[in-house]
């Protein structure tokens, strides 16, 4: 899918030094950025996430730039329009996909993607925006901003996908029993913020009075039941002290459980993501890795966020190339029935 | 036991999005999409089957549109097997048949798991089917009223046709009658005229125009001033009569402050000779002289529209002696028109419809049966009034009531 990978301090630094090519840019969102670079010859897409990551490090400011190879291709589009026109995808093997994050017509978007993609397309991606909960322009091309969009590359090379979280059920099933889109009105037929507070200050020494809504809910997220399958994790991003909004829509009557975790089984579940990813790739050689991990992970797992780095890392060669993005949701169709936009998940392409 | 309870769980929610619409496509849609997220299958096919055409067409499909090959048409002679492989025979493929039509779910999974989820969705198949049903009868349901209500705009514009027909009928009639009483006006003063000329003409015949002494000259010229003077007098009657006639007929969109006296005074001038020949004694009693501020033109054709029932129903029942009381009197709200006549009256039964339209009693005679509807609704929307039937001690009795500022 790329051919180089490289990271830069700054945007001049990687003006300078690039010449000509296609590019994808992942900018960390304190970068200085005043204006797209434009430069003959040279054509990129980007977006800016909370924190970019290179080399097992996290960084909050600087941009990856990844040089496509001659067999990928790159769109950027509306997100509102169908994925029709991108006709290049019917013959990928892999794609690799940038949504603006905070978005709700994400859903949509993935659903008509999922559509088109061939049978054995394997697909990874990211929910661009920075760590502030306002939906901003962080898409861009060497033209403009865009609002509402995505951008899509697709490869005939084929990717190795492993998707993981390491959340465990704290107290559930509750049945969501009153949903609209991204708000959670009722579990179990109760306020759900209620049913949520008494939950978590039940099982924990934690409470809401105290300790603002968003530092409890990123330990403490939604996760969707599936028939045989790992939760779907939801993140609740705020309260109206009634109902709870989440990122990501729910459906009225799913089935969730209230989630939990210990450090070191969302650091096992990343090594875990690493190591299934490696192992379904198709290609002997392993030319880099790409890390897309939830934001809220870091923020959990803190000083011990560069252990999940060092997990991942520990199930390819050492000399093999990390690289990815702390995101605003993470996109992935791991298994053959939808493209899914996960929250605090640890999703890996061995590329 | 967690595999049971997921089980639950699982049905629990795609019990819950069965009926969700009652749009079948979008029930059968939403159905799809929650029991492939939740049991896992890559993708689903609704087959709808038309019976009128014997066929089965594709309602929905979920899933990667790499799989639709995998999903063959049915036919409707050979039912479909429960469970069968696909033609790259590493996939199975589950059908589901819902009343007549067909649900096929694709999953790529062990062959106990598959059964475990057939089970499933055999639990809840009925509820399934009367969901279906439910939606096939409310799309039924809104063809039948969107063709009822084609049906009844189809109506709706006929009697609108029908309408104009008859309002131009009920013109030409009120023309018709219009032309008859401007005869009975005309009657008199052209007899007059034609007298005065006859007169003149039969005294030149006998050459009784001497002009022999100044006296006699003097004498004929008086005679034919005289004469010149009664025919311009008739002609200025005959053209007051024809003004009369003429504003009757004229649009009159203003508001005009008249009393009551002048509005029965106006109508008399045009159908006043008429009742006179048929012998209708006619009696006005005024109680009241305040103005009104209404349309007058329209408030005459009222008026004269019931006179002119009365008088069609004297004349129908031969009426000994008839009469026509108007009465001009005022409460602290209304000024007050009575108009009774003496011809016994309107039958009980029939007196609640007479302002309805179309409804007549003059079936011999051309009666339209717009006259009293018409005049309600001038009364009582554009000039916000009332106007009221009932039987007084010797016919029918009619009370129109208007404010002095008619506003409706």
Known sequence: ??????????????????????YLLMIAQETLFLELPKKEGL???????????????TYASGLIAARLAKTSTLHVMDIHKECNPLSCIHNSHSIFTIVDGYSAAIYDFLENLYTLIPETCKLIGAG????????????????????????????????????KHGWKPLHGPLIASQCHDTTIEKMNYKDAFEVYKNAIETESTLRFDTTPFFKISQRYPIGLVRYNQDFLVREPVSTDGKSIKVVGKLEQNSIVCILTCKENELIQAAHEAAILSCENRENETVHSVMVVDCISRFLVLDKKYSQELKAIAKAYEPQTLLWGVLSVGEIANANQEGIEFYNNTCVIGTL | MRHLNEQLFIAFECISAIGSSLDLKIMVEQFQKVFARKTGALASIYWYYDERQHTYTQLSFQGKKAFLPLFKTPKTCIPCPILSLDETKTKNLLHVKIDEDWMVFLFHAPYTEIELIKNMLESFKEKLENAVHGCKNHSELIGINQKLERLIQEEVAKNREKDQHILQQSRLAQMGEMISMIAHQWRQPLSSISTVAASLKLKLSLNRFDYTTKEQEEANKLFLQESMNKIESYVRFLTHTID??????????????????????????????????NGITLHVQTNTTHEVLTYANEMMQVILNILKNAEDIIKEREVKNPQIHITLSSDKTWQIITIEDNAGGIKEEILPHIFAPYFSTKTDKNGTGLGLYMSKTIVEEHCGGQIMASNGAYGALFTIKLKEDATP
């Not at chain 1, 054509?43 to 490090?57: D, E, S």
């Not at chain 1, 962080?138 to 865009?146: A, E, L």
């Not at chain 2, 009393?259 to 020949?277: C, D, M, Y």
């Open chain 1, 1 to 22: 899918m790329f051919e180089h990978v490289s990271f830069y301090k700054t945007l001049e630094s990687f003006e300078k030094s690039v010449k000509s090519g296609t």
């Open chain 1, 43 to 57: 054509v990129y897409a980007g977006a800016i996430f909370p924190k970019i990551i290179f080399k097992q490090k």
């Open chain 1, 128 to 163: 661009s925006g920075k760590n502030t909960l306002i939906q901003e322009l962080t898409i861009f091309d060497q033209t403009r901003f865009h609002l509402e969009s995505a951008i899509v590359i697709s490869s005939k090379k084929s990717i190795g996908l492993g998707v």
């Open chain 2, 244 to 277: 009369d006639f003429r504003n009757f007929f004229k649009p009159n969109k203003q508001k005009e402050s008249i009393t009551l006296s002048q509005l029965v005074n106006r109508t008399l001038g045009i159908i006043g000779k008429a009742l006179e020949v």
